[in-house]
């Protein structure tokens, strides 16, 4: 079965893509392209996986960086060499060609940025903590230390929970309203003193609001499309032991 990559015109000419699951050699709960080597997977069939989509970048498996995400806002400048032990942060930004910036998701959102003409590209995980916490900022600001310019970035937002799918507690609401009154509209009325939070909506404000030159999302949501993503929510309310991990990269 062939990958089916998901691409933005918006960051074309880039070898980039927003990975399915569809197309890997992992089965069961993992059943696809599994790349999460931190799941309970079979290391032998995330590497296969990893190479695939590294293959598909046109790149080897090697070249493909990425970071143990914490859901923080730090981020990482990548040179010629990848930094091993992948070190924590979140976001990932370089100005090298044949390395691919690469980020894991199962329901946060996968954001890939580049400025073109600057030939500076970067990659988050953003889930609610860390967009919270700034790490879409710290990538732009990381992207402007090796001479991106705002006003040039691009950044798109991959497949993503939806707001429909994601129910949240009035705990969780006091958090974003704590941080900004304004937050407040990001969140719908449930069932309930149950919430719906807008994610994406929330990320697509956060880099309207840095100033970027374009921000959109694919509009694909992890949780309601199980043929083709994994979800990490979804897979916690049918008491699953463990769930796949998406892989979302860019490269120059």
């Keep these: 079965m062939t990958l089916e990559i998901i691409t933005s015109e918006s960051l ?12 890997g050699a992992s089965s069961g709960v993992f059943s696809g392209l599994n790349c999460g080597s931190g799941s309970s997977d079979q290391a032998e069939a995330v590497a296969i996986n990893r190479a695939r989509a ?47 910036l690469s980020v ?25 903590r860390g967009a919270l916490d700034g790490v879409l900022e710290a990538t732009i600001a990381a992207m402007e230390a090796l001479g991106a310019q705002r006003d040039r970035i691009v950044a798109v937002i991959g497949p993503t929970i939806s707001q429909q ?13 704590a941080a900004d009154p304004g937050n407040a509209r990001f969140f719908a009325n449930g069932t309930g003193d149950r919430l719906h939070f807008d994610l994406p909506g929330f990320g697509l404000a956060q880099l309207q609001q840095a100033g970027i030159g374009r921000a959109e999302w694919t509009g694909h949501c992890t949780y309601e499309d199980e043929a083709r993503f994994y979800s990490y929510r979804r897979s916690t309310h049918r008491a699953a032991a463990d769930y796949g991990r998406l892989l979302s990269a860019i490269r120059l």
């Design 104 to 128: 894991l998701t199962a329901d946060c959102q996968p954001v890939l940025f580049a400025d073109m003409e600057g030939g500076v590209i970067g990659a988050a995980h953003a889930g609610w």
């Design 165 to 177: 799918a994601y129910e949240v507690g009035p705990d969780f609401l006091d958090t974003f309203l």
């Design 12 to 23: 074309i000419p880039l070898r980039h893509g927003f990975f399915t699951r569809r197309g």
């Design 54 to 100: 590294a293959d598909a970048l046109g790149l080897g498996p090697e070249r493909l960086a990425g970071v143990r995400q914490v859901h923080s806002a730090e981020v990482v400048t990548v040179g010629d060499d990848l930094p091993l032990p992948p070190p924590q942060a979140d976001g990932l930004v370089t100005d090298r060609p044949g390395i691919a």
